[in-house]
């Protein structure tokens, strides 16, 4: 069973800076695209990044692009989302989701492409 944790959440000033983690199980890890989508309140969940099985190329949403990276380290199966210059916009449950397709040509950034999730770990922006 594929699991998803996301950790290091919290609150944070405007201008601030925080690390999401997401620690996948499995051994596919290593081959599989993942991405990081959130949800605000009252808002849908939408897309902030998507890496892909090798983490060579990244993609971002334009709402966070120069102010977010996204890294993977597949020895350690585990996924980052270094977030800089928080804003207050950026206060939103985070999710980091797995595709299942294998070694997948390109980036998604629709969420129904993603196959697994994690429970989300929130995040606060305070002025």
Known sequence: QVQLVESGGGLVQAGGSLRLSCAASGRAFSSLAMGWFRQAPGKEREFVAAITWSGDNTHFADSVKGRFTSSRDNAKNTLYL?????????????????????????LSTSAWQYQHWGQGTQVTVSS
């Open 82 to 106: 270094q977030m800089d210059n928080l804003q207050l916009e950026d206060t939103a449950v985070y999710y980091c989701a797995r595709r299942d397709l294998a070694y997948a040509i390109g």
